[in-house]
Nanobody
């Protein structure tokens, strides 16, 4: 299983980015999927979790109302739309397969991550 995140970069505060997560050779449609972020020296933070059929989506408190997770099970891609970005959103973002979206979210496999930097 290989997950590849893309779409990170440098953005100004208030700006937007859309991250993508794709997999080759593995159907994401059968998996719950999630995003988490990591900053050196800080604990991993759950960003979002979406069930396999997309019917249930949960978000971390710090991103609610600003971030949106979606999935395209035909194209085998999971997205994270990030709006109204803040400097504190700066982190490496990872997509992952998820065992359960129930708290605590259990991440199983993840990719190499993509860096998001929010700065003026």
């Amino acid at each position: 299983l290989q997950l590849v995140e893309s779409g990170g970069g440098l953005v100004q505060p208030g700006g937007s980015l859309r991250l993508s997560c794709a997999s080759s050779g593995f159907s994401l449609a059968k998996s719950h999927m999630g995003w988490f972020r990591r900053v050196p020296g800080k604990a991993r933070e759950v960003v979002s979790c979406i069930t396999s059929n997309g019917g249930d989506i949960t978000y971390g408190d710090s991103v609610k109302g600003r971030f949106t997770t979606s999935r395209d099970n035909v194209d085998n891609i999971v997205y994270l739309q990030m709006n109204n970005l803040r400097p504190e959103d700066t982190a490496n973002y990872y997509c992952a397969t998820v065992i359960t979206c129930e708290v605590p979210v259990e991440f199983q496999y993840w990719g190499q991550g993509t860096l998001v930097t929010v700065s003026s």
